[in-house]
């Protein structure tokens, strides 16, 4: 049994956090949500026309038992609109999770860390927890701590790219100089890039396309809570060193030559 | 009275409340969050909200994201 996941004074009992954006239907992310095992899932906020009202996730998502809802504030472009994004979102889970997004480039969606910085103060000093989404600089991690965020969360590659953990080392520098938990927020395809990540004493992972656009959602949601169970449990395990050169596992006794037979 | 709400003209009916006003677009309250002007109003004082002429409304709800 893993040593189980603390964000402020909530103790989450799963590693693996999943999203909510680019599924088929609201049945499938229901099912899915449920396979993964998850007690943090991710939110957006829309503007609600009476047209789209089908579209509103709050019924399904208060179905949920044990799951955290975390809305983010995707689509804010700055501090100021992140602000209000959180404060909006607050409004609708009573929750203090807030997942802090700023990432106003459509083209690659990298987080703007000056403007989450600011943002991230103030929604600090009005109570929120705050996770930002942010680019895997572990100055700008620490900064981030230093004011009182919940958790960093650096990406691994960009938004919804499937590319992977590309910046494996400054994770790593992130994971090691951190007093919060540290979650890799997107890019992530496989649940052998969650295993990895959680490999390398990362907290939690927060997957969204990769499950959501799978074909099976549903059993790629299973396969991503068996991907970050393993990595978890190899982590606290304590991984063996690496070696330049080979090492060998078997006695190398020449028995076999010279002797008689 | 004329708003703008979601970006949009809105042309409202009601009595300028912002319960009218929710009421009219078909919102349901618990599941909405609204900013008028700028600034996000607490769903406890909605009550009080009175809405003026060209005043800026947003309207929000939950919807898919990561």
């Given at each position: 049994?893993?040593?189980?996941?603390?964000?402020?004074?909530?103790?989450?009992?799963?590693?693996?956090?999943?999203?909510?954006?680019?599924?088929?239907?609201?049945?499938?992310m229901?099912?899915?949500?449920?396979?993964?095992?998850?007690?943090?899932?991710?939110?957006?906020?829309?503007?609600?026309?009476?047209?789209?009202?089908?579209?509103?996730?709050?019924?399904?998502?208060?179905?949920?038992?044990?799951?955290?809802?975390?809305?983010?504030?995707?689509?804010?472009?700055?501090?100021?609109?992140?602000?209000?994004?959180?404060?909006?979102?607050?409004?609708?889970?009573?929750?203090?999770?807030?997942?802090?997004?700023?990432h106003?480039?459509?083209?690659?969606?990298?987080?703007?860390a000056?403007?989450?910085?600011?943002?991230?103060?103030?929604?600090?000093?009005?109570?929120?927890?705050?996770?930002?989404?942010?680019?895997?600089?572990?100055?700008?991690?620490?900064?981030?701590?230093?004011?009182?965020?919940?958790?960093?969360?650096?990406?691994?590659?960009?938004i919804?790219?499937?590319?992977?953990?590309?910046?494996?080392?400054?994770?790593?520098?992130?994971?090691?100089?951190?007093?919060?938990?540290?979650?890799?927020?997107?890019?992530?395809?496989?649940?052998?890039?969650?295993?990895?990540?959680?490999?390398?004493?990362?907290?939690?992972?927060?997957?969204?396309?990769?499950?959501?656009?799978?074909?099976?959602?549903?059993?790629?949601?299973?396969?991503?809570a068996?991907?970050?169970?393993?990595?978890?449990?190899?982590?606290?395990?304590?991984?063996?060193?690496?070696?330049?050169?080979?090492?060998?596992?078997?006695?190398?006794?020449?028995?076999?030559?010279?002797?008689?037979v | 009275m004329?708003?703008?709400?979601?970006?949009?003209?809105?042309?409202?009916?009601?009595?300028?409340?912002?319960?009218?006003?929710?009421?009219?677009?078909?919102?349901?309250?618990?599941?909405?969050?609204?900013?008028?002007?700028?600034?996000?109003?607490?769903?406890?004082?909605?009550?009080?909200?009175?809405?003026?002429?060209?005043d800026?409304?947003?309207?929000?709800?939950?919807?898919?994201?990561?």
């Open positions: 049994m893993s040593q189980m996941l603390k964000i402020k004074d909530q103790v989450l009992g799963s590693r693996l956090f999943t999203g909510t954006g680019k599924f088929s239907d609201t049945e499938t229901v099912k899915t949500i449920k396979a993964s095992g998850t007690a943090l899932v991710t939110v957006a906020l829309r503007r609600f026309h009476k047209d789209s009202a089908a579209d509103d996730l709050y019924g399904p998502l208060s179905e949920l038992d044990n799951v955290h809802i975390m809305p983010n504030t995707s689509g804010a472009m700055n501090a100021r609109e992140a602000v209000n994004a959180a404060m909006l979102g607050r409004e609708l889970t009573e929750s203090p999770f807030i997942k802090l997004e700023i106003p480039n459509p083209h690659h969606l990298l987080p703007d000056i403007e989450t910085y600011e943002a991230a103060k103030i929604l600090v000093a009005e109570g929120f927890w705050v996770m930002p989404y942010i680019p895997a600089d572990p100055v700008l991690a620490k900064r981030l701590e230093d004011i009182g965020c919940a958790s960093v969360m650096p990406l691994g590659s960009p919804g790219s499937g590319q992977g953990i590309e910046v494996r080392e400054m994770i790593r520098l992130i994971v090691r100089d951190s007093s919060i938990p540290v979650v890799v927020d997107a890019g992530i395809r496989s649940p052998s890039d969650a295993a990895a990540a959680m490999e390398m004493g990362v907290d939690a992972v927060l997957v969204n396309s990769a499950i959501a656009a799978a074909e099976n959602p549903e059993a790629m949601a299973i396969a991503f068996m991907g970050v169970e393993a990595g978890r449990a190899a982590y606290e395990a304590g991984l063996m060193s690496r070696s330049r050169e080979a090492v060998h596992t078997s006695p190398l006794t020449s028995f076999l030559a010279g002797g008689s | 004329q708003l703008n709400v979601n970006g949009e003209i809105h042309k409202h009916q009601g009595d300028g409340s912002l319960i009218s006003l929710l009421k009219e677009m078909c919102a349901r309250p618990e599941r909405t969050a609204v900013m008028v002007n700028g600034k996000v109003v607490k769903r406890v004082d909605w009550d009080g909200v009175q809405l003026k002429d060209l800026d409304v947003d309207v929000v709800m939950f919807a898919g994201g990561g």
